[in-house]
Protein backbone atom coordinates (compact mmCIF):
# COMPACT_ATOMS: atom_id res chain seq x y z
CA UNK A 1 0.00 0.00 0.00
CA UNK A 2 3.08 2.56 0.52
CA UNK A 3 5.58 0.71 -1.28
CA UNK A 4 4.21 0.66 -4.65
CA UNK A 5 4.39 4.86 -4.33
CA UNK A 6 8.31 4.53 -3.67
CA UNK A 7 9.72 1.42 -5.03
CA UNK A 8 11.88 1.81 -7.93
CA UNK A 9 11.53 5.52 -7.40
CA UNK A 10 13.73 6.99 -4.66
CA UNK A 11 16.06 5.13 -2.09
CA UNK A 12 15.85 7.81 1.00
CA UNK A 13 12.57 8.49 2.25
CA UNK A 14 11.45 9.73 5.74
CA UNK A 15 8.18 9.41 7.73
CA UNK A 16 7.72 12.57 9.71
CA UNK A 17 4.76 12.69 11.71
CA UNK A 18 3.32 15.67 12.90
CA UNK A 19 2.57 14.94 16.41
CA UNK A 20 3.05 11.97 18.66
CA UNK A 21 0.60 9.03 18.40
CA UNK A 22 -0.17 10.56 14.12
CA UNK A 23 0.75 6.66 12.93
CA UNK A 24 4.34 7.07 11.99
CA UNK A 25 5.39 3.56 13.58
CA UNK A 26 2.58 1.90 12.09
CA UNK A 27 3.57 3.25 8.42
CA UNK A 28 7.22 2.49 9.10
CA UNK A 29 6.31 -1.14 10.35
CA UNK A 30 4.24 -1.43 7.50
CA UNK A 31 6.97 -0.50 4.96
CA UNK A 32 9.21 -2.67 6.77
CA UNK A 33 6.49 -5.54 6.12
CA UNK A 34 6.38 -4.65 2.34
CA UNK A 35 9.63 -4.48 1.78
CA UNK A 36 10.44 -7.90 3.30
CA UNK A 37 7.18 -9.18 1.27
CA UNK A 38 9.22 -8.14 -1.97
CA UNK A 39 12.54 -8.96 -0.87
CA UNK A 40 14.35 -5.14 -0.27
CA UNK A 41 16.94 -4.67 1.53
CA UNK A 42 15.49 -2.37 4.01
CA UNK A 43 18.08 0.17 6.18
CA UNK A 44 16.46 1.77 9.07
CA UNK A 45 17.16 5.37 10.69
CA UNK A 46 15.90 7.19 13.96
CA UNK A 47 15.86 10.63 14.61
CA UNK A 48 14.31 10.32 17.58
CA UNK A 49 13.69 7.21 19.76
CA UNK A 50 11.27 4.45 18.76
CA UNK A 51 10.21 0.98 19.08
CA UNK A 52 9.60 1.03 23.51
CA UNK A 53 6.38 -0.82 23.94
CA UNK A 54 5.78 2.80 26.46
CA UNK A 55 5.70 5.97 25.31
CA UNK A 56 8.30 8.14 27.54
CA UNK A 57 6.77 11.40 27.37
CA UNK A 58 2.81 10.69 26.95
CA UNK A 59 3.30 7.04 29.06
CA UNK A 60 0.81 5.94 26.16
CA UNK A 61 1.40 2.18 24.37
CA UNK A 62 3.06 2.46 21.45
CA UNK A 63 3.41 -0.14 18.21
CA UNK A 64 6.71 -1.64 18.45
CA UNK A 65 8.87 -2.44 15.93
CA UNK A 66 9.83 -5.73 14.07
CA UNK A 67 12.50 -6.69 11.67
CA UNK A 68 13.62 -9.25 9.70
CA UNK A 69 16.71 -10.70 9.17
CA UNK A 70 19.17 -8.53 6.76
CA UNK A 71 17.98 -5.39 7.89
CA UNK A 72 20.55 -2.84 8.44
CA UNK A 73 19.70 -0.13 11.57
CA UNK A 74 21.02 2.90 13.42
CA UNK A 75 20.76 2.31 17.26
CA UNK A 76 22.96 3.20 20.17
CA UNK A 77 24.87 1.39 22.68
CA UNK A 78 22.14 1.73 25.43
CA UNK A 79 19.30 0.61 23.72
CA UNK A 80 20.96 -2.38 21.80
CA UNK A 81 20.70 -4.63 24.92
CA UNK A 82 16.82 -3.57 24.90
CA UNK A 83 16.40 -5.05 21.63
CA UNK A 84 15.53 -9.04 21.52
CA UNK A 85 16.46 -9.10 17.88
CA UNK A 86 20.37 -10.29 17.49
CA UNK A 87 22.28 -7.37 15.57
CA UNK A 88 25.43 -7.78 13.88
CA UNK A 89 27.56 -4.71 14.95
CA UNK A 90 29.24 -3.67 11.69
CA UNK A 91 30.05 0.03 12.78
CA UNK A 92 30.55 2.28 15.99
CA UNK A 93 30.29 5.79 14.63
CA UNK A 94 31.69 8.74 16.29
CA UNK A 95 28.80 10.35 16.94
CA UNK A 96 27.05 9.81 20.56
CA UNK A 97 23.75 10.10 21.85
CA UNK A 98 22.35 10.63 25.88
CA UNK A 99 21.55 7.35 24.78
CA UNK A 100 25.10 6.08 23.79
CA UNK A 101 27.42 5.83 20.69
CA UNK A 102 25.47 5.35 17.59
CA UNK A 103 26.46 2.30 15.87
CA UNK A 104 24.82 0.59 12.88
CA UNK A 105 24.11 -2.96 12.71
CA UNK A 106 22.34 -5.79 10.32
CA UNK A 107 19.89 -7.82 11.55
CA UNK A 108 20.90 -11.56 12.20
CA UNK A 109 17.91 -12.81 14.05
CA UNK A 110 14.76 -11.48 13.83
CA UNK A 111 13.04 -9.60 17.09
CA UNK A 112 11.86 -6.20 18.27
CA UNK A 113 14.44 -3.85 17.86
CA UNK A 114 14.38 -0.11 19.57
CA UNK A 115 16.10 2.22 17.53
CA UNK A 116 17.79 5.87 17.79
CA UNK A 117 20.02 7.69 15.87
CA UNK A 118 21.61 11.24 14.47
CA UNK A 119 20.84 14.41 15.22
CA UNK A 120 21.96 16.83 12.92
CA UNK A 121 21.05 17.04 9.31
CA UNK A 122 24.53 16.03 7.68
CA UNK A 123 25.08 13.16 10.14
CA UNK A 124 21.44 11.67 8.92
CA UNK A 125 22.24 11.72 5.38
CA UNK A 126 25.98 10.26 6.04
CA UNK A 127 24.42 7.31 8.03
CA UNK A 128 21.47 7.20 5.41
CA UNK A 129 24.31 7.23 1.96
CA UNK A 130 26.47 5.03 4.23
CA UNK A 131 23.64 2.15 4.44
CA UNK A 132 23.30 2.15 0.57
CA UNK A 133 26.81 1.69 0.25
CA UNK A 134 26.14 -1.47 2.34
CA UNK A 135 23.52 -2.78 0.19
CA UNK A 136 20.35 -1.09 1.25
CA UNK A 137 17.97 -0.57 -1.88
CA UNK A 138 15.41 1.77 0.90
CA UNK A 139 16.79 4.22 3.34
CA UNK A 140 13.45 4.31 5.94
CA UNK A 141 14.08 7.96 8.55
CA UNK A 142 11.58 7.52 10.47
CA UNK A 143 11.43 11.38 12.19
CA UNK A 144 11.21 12.68 15.28
CA UNK A 145 8.52 15.07 16.68
CA UNK A 146 9.07 18.83 15.64
CA UNK A 147 11.76 17.67 13.47
CA UNK A 148 10.33 18.31 10.03
CA UNK A 149 13.42 18.63 8.88
CA UNK A 150 14.34 15.08 8.22
CA UNK A 151 11.96 15.49 5.23
CA UNK A 152 14.43 17.84 3.96
CA UNK A 153 15.16 17.60 0.53
CA UNK A 154 19.32 17.63 1.04
CA UNK A 155 18.31 14.40 3.04
CA UNK A 156 15.93 12.28 1.44
CA UNK A 157 14.48 11.70 -2.43
CA UNK A 158 10.76 11.55 -0.88
CA UNK A 159 8.49 11.92 2.44
CA UNK A 160 5.35 10.44 4.19
CA UNK A 161 3.24 12.54 5.91
CA UNK A 162 1.79 10.90 9.05
CA UNK A 163 -1.59 12.83 10.58
CA UNK A 164 -4.53 11.66 12.70
CA UNK A 165 -7.12 12.93 15.53
CA UNK A 166 -4.23 13.72 18.02
CA UNK A 167 -4.04 17.12 16.56
CA UNK A 168 -7.59 18.09 17.66
CA UNK A 169 -10.87 17.13 18.76
CA UNK A 170 -12.15 18.73 15.64
CA UNK A 171 -11.93 16.77 12.34
CA UNK A 172 -11.77 20.28 10.48
CA UNK A 173 -9.06 21.70 12.39
CA UNK A 174 -7.23 17.86 11.46
CA UNK A 175 -7.75 18.64 8.39
CA UNK A 176 -7.02 22.04 8.28
CA UNK A 177 -3.64 21.44 9.69
CA UNK A 178 -2.47 18.25 7.53
CA UNK A 179 -3.32 20.56 4.37
CA UNK A 180 -0.85 23.72 5.72
CA UNK A 181 1.65 20.95 6.04
CA UNK A 182 1.37 19.92 2.91
CA UNK A 183 1.13 22.99 0.79
CA UNK A 184 4.27 24.07 2.47
CA UNK A 185 5.61 20.91 1.45
CA UNK A 186 4.45 21.59 -2.14
CA UNK A 187 5.65 25.09 -2.63
CA UNK A 188 7.20 25.89 -5.79
CA UNK A 189 10.65 26.30 -6.61
CA UNK A 190 12.46 29.63 -8.00
CA UNK A 191 13.09 29.50 -11.87
CA UNK A 192 15.45 27.25 -12.92
CA UNK A 193 17.13 30.08 -14.76
CA UNK A 194 17.95 31.94 -11.60
CA UNK A 195 18.76 29.11 -9.36
CA UNK A 196 22.41 28.67 -9.95
CA UNK A 197 22.94 32.39 -8.63
CA UNK A 198 20.37 31.61 -5.75
CA UNK A 199 22.49 28.76 -4.88
CA UNK A 200 25.72 30.48 -4.18
CA UNK A 201 23.93 33.40 -2.28
CA UNK A 202 22.11 30.64 0.03
CA UNK A 203 25.63 28.85 0.83
CA UNK A 204 27.11 32.17 2.01
CA UNK A 205 24.46 31.32 4.28
CA UNK A 206 23.77 35.40 4.38
CA UNK A 207 20.17 37.33 4.49
CA UNK A 208 19.87 39.30 1.38
CA UNK A 209 17.74 40.58 -1.35
CA UNK A 210 18.45 40.01 -5.44
CA UNK A 211 17.34 42.78 -8.07
CA UNK A 212 15.90 41.94 -11.61
CA UNK A 213 19.55 41.45 -12.93
CA UNK A 214 20.46 38.94 -10.47
CA UNK A 215 22.94 41.05 -7.75
CA UNK A 216 23.09 39.95 -4.89
CA UNK A 217 22.46 42.67 -1.45
CA UNK A 218 23.25 41.10 1.53
CA UNK A 219 21.67 42.97 4.46
CA UNK A 220 24.12 42.37 7.26
CA UNK A 221 21.70 40.57 9.57
CA UNK A 222 22.60 37.12 11.31
CA UNK A 223 18.28 36.39 11.59
CA UNK A 224 15.42 37.33 10.20
CA UNK A 225 13.65 36.84 13.81
CA UNK A 226 11.99 40.15 14.29
CA UNK A 227 14.19 41.98 11.55
CA UNK A 228 11.22 42.10 9.24
CA UNK A 229 10.91 45.75 8.52
CA UNK A 230 14.94 45.78 7.85
CA UNK A 231 14.01 43.37 4.99
CA UNK A 232 11.46 45.39 4.08
CA UNK A 233 13.07 48.94 4.48
CA UNK A 234 15.64 47.81 1.93
CA UNK A 235 13.28 46.83 -1.03
CA UNK A 236 13.64 48.68 -4.16
CA UNK A 237 11.59 48.77 -7.20
CA UNK A 238 14.00 46.36 -9.18
CA UNK A 239 14.15 43.83 -6.42
CA UNK A 240 13.05 40.57 -7.19
CA UNK A 241 13.50 37.93 -4.13
CA UNK A 242 14.38 38.18 -0.81
CA UNK A 243 16.70 35.21 0.60
CA UNK A 244 15.60 34.25 3.88
CA UNK A 245 18.52 30.96 4.65
CA UNK A 246 17.34 30.59 7.79
CA UNK A 247 13.66 29.82 9.44
CA UNK A 248 10.84 31.75 8.20
CA UNK A 249 8.35 32.76 11.37
CA UNK A 250 4.84 35.32 11.39
CA UNK A 251 7.46 38.17 12.78
CA UNK A 252 9.01 38.09 9.81
CA UNK A 253 6.24 38.30 7.71
CA UNK A 254 4.58 41.13 9.52
CA UNK A 255 7.96 43.27 9.45
CA UNK A 256 8.10 42.79 5.60
CA UNK A 257 4.51 43.74 5.23
CA UNK A 258 4.36 46.88 7.25
CA UNK A 259 7.87 48.59 5.66
CA UNK A 260 5.18 49.50 2.56
CA UNK A 261 3.92 47.68 -0.24
CA UNK A 262 7.18 46.50 -2.38
CA UNK A 263 6.88 43.45 -0.89
CA UNK A 264 3.85 42.17 -3.50
CA UNK A 265 6.53 42.30 -6.06
CA UNK A 266 9.28 40.33 -4.85
CA UNK A 267 9.10 36.04 -3.90
CA UNK A 268 10.34 35.23 -0.39
CA UNK A 269 12.80 32.47 -0.34
CA UNK A 270 13.74 29.69 1.94
CA UNK A 271 15.57 25.99 1.44
CA UNK A 272 12.29 24.28 1.57
CA UNK A 273 9.07 23.55 3.65
CA UNK A 274 10.24 22.53 6.59
CA UNK A 275 11.81 26.05 7.34
CA UNK A 276 8.67 27.65 7.68
CA UNK A 277 6.73 28.58 10.90
CA UNK A 278 3.44 29.80 10.43
CA UNK A 279 0.00 28.81 11.62
CA UNK A 280 -2.50 28.01 8.61
CA UNK A 281 -4.45 30.79 9.38
CA UNK A 282 -1.53 33.20 9.83
CA UNK A 283 -0.29 31.93 6.50
CA UNK A 284 -3.81 32.27 4.45
CA UNK A 285 -3.68 36.35 5.57
CA UNK A 286 -0.05 36.66 4.24
CA UNK A 287 -0.64 34.83 1.28
CA UNK A 288 -4.10 37.24 0.46
CA UNK A 289 -2.27 40.20 0.90
CA UNK A 290 0.36 38.74 -1.50
CA UNK A 291 3.40 37.29 -0.09
CA UNK A 292 5.28 35.21 -1.73
CA UNK A 293 6.74 32.68 -0.70
CA UNK A 294 9.19 29.97 -3.08
CA UNK A 295 11.38 27.44 -2.28
CA UNK A 296 15.34 26.03 -2.93
CA UNK A 297 13.88 22.70 -3.07
CA UNK A 298 10.30 21.34 -2.97
CA UNK A 299 9.71 18.32 -1.21
CA UNK A 300 8.13 15.07 -2.59
CA UNK A 301 5.48 14.08 -0.51
CA UNK A 302 4.37 10.09 -1.75
CA UNK A 303 1.51 9.50 0.38
CA UNK A 304 -0.19 10.56 3.55
CA UNK A 305 -1.36 7.78 6.21
CA UNK A 306 -4.47 8.89 8.82
CA UNK A 307 -4.76 7.40 12.69
CA UNK A 308 -7.95 8.20 13.66
CA UNK A 309 -7.28 7.47 16.93
CA UNK A 310 -5.89 9.89 19.88
CA UNK A 311 -4.77 8.36 23.00
CA UNK A 312 -6.76 10.91 25.20
CA UNK A 313 -9.39 8.56 24.67
CA UNK A 314 -11.32 10.27 21.72
CA UNK A 315 -11.78 9.08 17.86
CA UNK A 316 -13.40 9.96 14.52
CA UNK A 317 -14.96 7.89 12.73
CA UNK A 318 -11.97 6.36 9.89
CA UNK A 319 -14.06 6.55 6.99
CA UNK A 320 -15.07 10.35 7.41
CA UNK A 321 -11.67 11.19 8.67
CA UNK A 322 -10.50 9.81 5.28
CA UNK A 323 -12.96 10.58 2.84
CA UNK A 324 -13.15 14.09 4.41
CA UNK A 325 -8.96 14.24 3.77
CA UNK A 326 -9.00 12.62 0.49
CA UNK A 327 -11.46 15.48 -0.62
CA UNK A 328 -9.22 18.17 0.38
CA UNK A 329 -6.00 16.76 -0.99
CA UNK A 330 -6.36 15.10 -4.44
CA UNK A 331 -2.91 15.26 -5.74
CA UNK A 332 -1.31 13.03 -2.71
CA UNK A 333 -2.75 9.57 -2.02
CA UNK A 334 -4.08 9.58 1.32
CA UNK A 335 -4.68 6.39 3.22
CA UNK A 336 -5.69 4.55 6.34
CA UNK A 337 -3.42 1.70 6.99
CA UNK A 338 -5.60 0.04 9.25
CA UNK A 339 -8.64 0.51 8.00
CA UNK A 340 -6.74 -1.06 4.61
CA UNK A 341 -8.31 0.79 2.12
CA UNK A 342 -6.51 1.64 -1.15
Given at each position: ???????????????????????????L???????????????I??T?????????????????????????I??????????D????I????D??????????????????????????????????????????????????????????P????????????V?????????????????????????????PL????????????????L?????????????????????????K????????V???????????????????V????T????E????????????????????????????????????????????????YI?????????????
Open positions: MLLKHIQNKYKIISIVGMAKNSGKTVANHLIQESLDEGIRLGISGRDGESLDLVTETEKPKIYVEEGVLATTTELLPLSATVEIDITYTTPLGEILIGRIKDSGYIQISGPQTVSEIREMANFMVSLGAELVVIDGAIDRKSSAASITDATILSTGALSRDINRVIEETLHIVNLFSLSPVDSKDRLERAFAKGEIGIVDEDNFHPLGIKTALNCGHIIGEHLREDSYILIPGSLKSTMEGIMEAGSRYKRVALVADGKIFIPKDWLRFTKYGLKVRVMNPIKLVAITLNPYAPQGYYFDPRELLEKMRYKDIPVVDLVLGSE
